[in-house]
């Protein structure tokens, strides 16, 4: 029967949630990748000694408590016999002439010396005290929780309920709003939303009644997010908002992983996750499933609790959360989609916006040929721009770029009636000369731009305002959940381009950010198409901007090859999910490098030490067993060996589990990690 995905407790508000509880939770500082909510620390020392074996273990400590008695037995009786001896030798001492209160007094101090010794020598060649961490104390401890009443079960439950997590604004002079909290039921949601709009409120103290009056109008319900929506529907991960972090499995105990790690739960938020990720792994080993949906959601939470901004690209069928997680969802292809989107992502230099759009549509192996089509885009959008104030719609500009007279004609006379025809007349003119040449970049954008001009699209990219709302990527700076659904089942092609498109934008639009105070969060459930060399360097520049990428693949050979060690570079978080291709391996192996790890070498060799006897004794022993003495040699060294080599990734990864590398905004990274996504 398969591992089942356990259902993850929810902060919902309502009676089964326990914000007080939540709220006083321990969080203990951690490493990257730990999930810190309820956490408990690891002592090394502890866990290296826990790398023995059970039995071994336990036989060691028998065997050294048995010799430890029997030294305890004749120890005392020897230093007693030698305390007797002396006194008697010498006249003085306790045993000279002792008294029976003098000689009790004695032979207590021997036994105890004696047995202080034995504790001490033989304790520590035994590890009693590793044997009482491991088995004696967890059983006592058990025995006690089974025995102790269950008053004190709940007087300790009330104790945690009794936790004010509304402390903070009683002290800052905000009683009345903590007074209303205390009689509604919030969830974490409104905890983190209303906590955060607090200590906004606390960097001026005019706000601060204003932040009063607005709690006690709308209880948990204030400064709720522009959809007013207070939770996710469907929410099944583990969530800790406080920390911004999401529970993705458990970290494997295993000799490959740090100690620091070793069976705590593994956890992504927005301080790795700032430095992008770069998930490989073939179709169905769970990358949807077990890391983009899981994002996703936790991106939607933070967007509602006004602390991120999510936009989550991939194909209309692809599980990435029902349409109700999102407030913009653009399906192209779909009729019934509410929102199209704008080809040039409301870029206010018109050659940027060419720039991108023509770069976005030429397939990868035209990608030589992208100078010279971002130059033929340009001369159109800019004049366009300049003489209707706005940015040409898809059939306008394949007009334009095919050469249309007609189309170009208008173009100069709409110039010429808003006194502009001047600045661009030369641009008009290179794109006159260019029509009807072999190499007219404008003719192949033409042509590309063809794919997007289908009926199933109509009104999709529409600039003139006759269409669906265009949504643009300006607004990341705003808490928006946004889901872009690529028609991959209908229009392939298209759906490549789109896709390239939108990345692009969000790239860029994420880097030119003027308030970057929310994290902006990218999930894309197939790169292979949407990558670039202008892209991978943005990805590069989003760590210092707050922004961050989730990217899924299915193999690196889906990306050009000049793409795969520079995409590498750019993210500091690097997945590899079992079945990846060695040549796929070799790339993760590289990356990962080498560490030292401790060998041992054990050599045999016959014997040949000793005299005659002993000779003639090993030839007998030959001659009836048929076995030659051999002497046996152990050499230790520290060797330099691959953290993960391509074979061990691509044949020994169990399903369900993946290794992951992290690397903090703040610089501090963690080497590979073995997680067990099921659990």
Request: with cysteine; aromatic share 6%; proline share 7%.
């Amino acid at each position: 029967m398969p591992h089942q995905r356990p259902h993850r407790p929810t902060g919902a508000a309502g009676p089964a949630f326990d914000l007080s509880a939540w709220v006083a939770a321990p969080r203990p500082e951690a490493a990257p990748g730990i999930y810190r909510q309820g956490y408990r620390q690891i002592d090394p020392d502890r866990a290296e000694a826990g790398r023995v074996p059970t039995w071994p273990l336990l036989l060691r400590a028998v065997l050294n408590a048995v010799v430890g008695w029997f030294a305890y037995l004749y120890g005392t009786q020897l230093l007693t016999y030698v305390l007797v001896w002396f006194g008697g030798q010498t006249g003085i001492g306790p045993l000279a002439e002792p008294s029976e209160s003098e000689a009790m007094l004695t032979l207590l101090v021997v036994n105890a010396v004696v047995l202080a010794v034995v504790i001490k020598v033989f304790g520590r060649m035994g590890r009693w005290p590793e044997v009482w961490r491991r088995y004696v104390a967890p059983l006592l401890s058990r025995t006690v929780t089974q025995e102790a009443p269950a008053a004190d079960a709940e007087v300790a439950e009330a104790a945690a309920r009794s936790a004010d997590p509304w402390v903070v604004l009683r002290a800052g002079g905000a009683g009345v709003a903590a007074g209303r909290l205390d009689g509604e039921a919030v969830g974490d949601i409104d905890y983190v939303r209303i906590r955060q709009a607090w200590e906004l409120a606390q960097a001026d103290p005019v706000f601060v009644p204003a932040f009063v009056a607005q709690v006690a109008a709308r209880g948990a319900a204030a400064f709720a997010h522009p959809s007013e929506v207070r939770e996710l529907p469907g929410r099944d991960e583990q969530h800790d908002l406080l920390l911004r972090q999401v529970r993705l499995g458990t970290t494997q105990d295993v000799p490959k992983n740090p100690l620091t790690h070793r069976a705590a739960g593994f956890a992504l938020d927005p301080a790795v996750l700032g430095t992008s990720l770069l998930a490989v792994g073939p179709a169905g080993t769970g990358k949807t499933a077990r890391l983009a949906r899981p994002v996703a959601e936790a991106l939607c939470l933070q967007a509602l609790a006004g602390t991120a901004c999510a936009v989550v690209i991939g194909s209309a069928e692809a599980d990435l959360g029902p349409d109700a997680w999102y407030d913009v969802v653009i399906a192209p292809g779909d009729p019934g989609s509410a929102y199209g989107l704008d080809l040039y992502g409301a870029a206010r230099d018109p050659d940027e916006a060419a720039a991108r759009l023509a770069e976005a549509l030429l397939p990868d192996e035209l990608t030589a040929r992208a100078e010279s089509a971002r130059t033929a885009l340009q001369q159109v959008v800019g004049p366009f721009h300049a003489a209707y104030g706005r940015y040409p719609g898809v059939r306008e500009l394949r007009a334009l770029l095919g050469g249309e007279t007609e189309a170009l004609g208008a173009l100069a006379k709409a110039l010429g009636t808003a006194g502009r025809l001047a600045l661009y007349e030369r641009d008009l003119a290179h794109r006159e000369r260019q029509r009807g040449r072999a190499d007219d970049p404008g003719a192949l954008l033409a042509d590309r731009l063809a794919l997007l001009d289908r009926p199933a699209f109509e009104g999709a990219f529409a600039t003139d305002g006759t269409g669906r709302p265009p949504f643009a990527m300006r607004v990341l700076d705003h808490p928006l959940r946004v889901r872009v659904k690529l028609p991959e089942r209908g229009h392939p092609e298209a759906a490549r381009m789109l896709s390239r498109l939108v990345v692009g934008q969000f790239v860029q639009a994420a880097g030119v950010r003027e308030d970057r105070s929310l994290f902006a969060g990218l999930v894309v459930d197939d790169v292979s198409a949407a990558l670039d060399a202008h892209t991978v360097r943005g990805l590069q520049r989003m760590r210092g901007a707050n922004a961050g990428a989730v990217l899924l693949l299915r193999t690196l050979v889906d990306l050009p090859e000049a793409l795969r060690a520079p995409l590498f570079g750019a993210v500091g978080c690097r997945m590899a999910f079992p079945g990846i291709a060695p040549w796929d391996g070799r790339l993760f192996s590289e990356a990962w490098g080498t560490h030292l790890v401790r060998e041992t070498a054990v050599t045999h060799t016959p014997d040949t030490s000793g005299g005659l006897l002993r000779r003639a004794g090993r030839l007998g022993r030959k001659a009836l067993s048929g076995t030659t003495a051999q002497t046996e040699s152990v050499t230790t060294r520290e060797v330099e060996r691959l953290r993960w080599s391509p074979s061990d990734l691509a044949h020994a990864l169990p399903a369900g589990h993946a290794v992951v590398s992290l690397t903090a905004v703040s610089g501090e990274q963690v080497p590979p990690l073995l997680v067990d996504l099921r659990d």
